[in-house]
């Protein structure tokens, strides 16, 4: 049986053990087990569920694109996004590394029992905000935030609620818990495609 930490990053802590040069929060702040390493990143600006481990094949089964594992985002926004807008994000939005796949987003009430962010997020008083609940399971760069913007409704603040099978729930801001994990809990490795076989005609002399 294999273990998995789950850590609700702050915001502004770097999803790293290090920090060259300047003297920033990163997870060694907040994770005192040795010899684990982060399965995936969350960009620093983020808040939310990183998943650490020691394991280099749990690690890859996790944070690999091959394996779409789904992620799921609790996302402020800014304004008040149309039935349309979210239609996009479902059907997929073109970025300029190509277009995303298709994902699950809806509207949603503010999370419950949220915490506050420090610094706290910045509003524009005449504007509304937002929340909306979007599961995606590819990794392009600060995907989210780009895909929010190219509907016309900038990220204020951004969340990463669930990975898979493993969420926030009854977890604090910068708490961690370690858990047990069965080789079920993790997405099967995906099978090679083969090649169709094609029959070969017989050898004719001309």
């Keep these: 049986m294999s273990k998995i930490i789950l850590l609700n990053k702050p ?53 690999h694109p091959k394996f779409k594992l789904s992620k799921t985002y609790w996302v402020q926004v800014e304004g008040s996004p149309s039935a349309e807008a979210i239609k996009q994000l479902q059907e997929g939005v073109e970025l300029k590394d190509g277009k995303t796949r298709p994902a699950v987003a809806r509207i949603i009430d503010e999370p419950k029992n949220l915490w506050d962010r420090t610094p706290p997020v910045r509003f524009r008083a005449n504007i509304p905000t937002t929340w909306i609940e979007l599961s995606i399971s590819e990794g392009k760069n600060r995907q989210v935030r780009r895909m929010t913007a190219s509907i016309g ?30 080789p079920h809990d993790l997405p099967e490795i995906p099978t090679p495609n083969k090649r169709p076989y094609r029959s070969k005609k017989p050898f004719q002399r001309r």
């Design 153 to 182: 409704h900038p990220t204020l603040r951004l969340i990463r609620y669930a990975i898979g099978r493993w969420n926030l729930d009854n977890l604090g801001i910068g708490e961690l818990k370690e858990i047990s994990i069965e």
């Design 11 to 63: 915001f502004n802590v770097l999803c790293q053990f290090t920090d060259e040069g300047i003297k920033r929060e990163t997870l060694a702040d907040y994770v005192k087990i040795p010899n684990v390493y982060a399965a995936g990143r969350l960009d620093k600006d983020s808040e939310g569920l990183v998943l650490l481990t020691g394991d280099g094949q749990i690690q890859t089964r996790i944070s």
